[in-house]
């Protein structure tokens, strides 16, 4: 195996980067987990029959912490993964490494700020909206740098 592209300083960002994301979204999953047990509100009735769930659970889908959570990891399921792709062959653009690096940066902070102000502690908006639209951005520069140079 090559491992000239390892030595590569984007990718490695890129890498880096990217697990940082996927742990984030993974951890996404623990959040809601916690809500559900904490106040025994489950999706299905089944899961109110599980080991850990006291006799008073319940099958709701409108507890708004909990819809929050979830609200808040259907973004990420949404966004990250068409940054991830768009990433990978923009890598391959050879792009300038302090641009680059940064933009992996940047849009990793503001998608644990996007969660953080919706689903942690809640904080008014714009918040929400301003991390959102720069991760946006983000995505959008390197897919349209990407089709360019590949053009």
């Known amino acids: 195996m090559d491992t000239k592209l390892f030595e590569n300083p984007i990718f490695r960002a890129y890498i880096f980067y990217g697990c940082l994301?996927?742990?984030?979204t993974i951890g996404m999953?623990?959040?809601?987990?916690?809500?559900?047990?904490?106040?025994q509100i489950f999706i299905s009735?089944?899961?109110?029959?599980?080991?850990?769930?006291?006799?008073?659970?319940?099958?709701?889908?409108?507890?708004?912490?909990?819809?929050?959570?979830?609200?808040?990891?259907?973004?990420?399921?949404e966004n990250i993964p068409f940054f991830m792709f768009v990433s990978?062959?923009?890598?391959?653009?050879?792009p300038n490494p302090i641009?680059?690096?940064?933009?992996?940066?940047?849009y990793t902070t503001v998608?644990?700020?996007y969660t953080f102000v919706y689903a942690v502690i809640v904080v008014p908006q714009p918040a929400r909206s301003i991390?959102?639209?720069?991760?946006?951005?983000?995505?959008?520069?390197?897919t349209i740098?990407?089709?360019i140079h590949f053009w």
């Open 145 to 147: 740098s990407t089709a």
């Open 111 to 113: 998608r644990f700020i």
């Open 21 to 24: 994301l996927t742990l984030k």
């Open 99 to 106: 641009i680059a690096i940064n933009l992996f940066r940047i």
């Open 88 to 94: 990978f062959f923009y890598v391959l653009t050879d």
């Open 131 to 142: 991390s959102w639209t720069i991760g946006f951005w983000i995505t959008m520069y390197i």
């Open 29 to 39: 999953v623990f959040l809601i987990a916690k809500y559900r047990f904490k106040k």
């Open 45 to 77: 009735p089944e899961d109110t029959k599980m080991f850990l769930v006291k006799e008073n659970a319940t099958v709701t889908y409108d507890d708004p912490d909990i819809e929050r959570c979830r609200r808040a990891h259907l973004n990420d399921l």
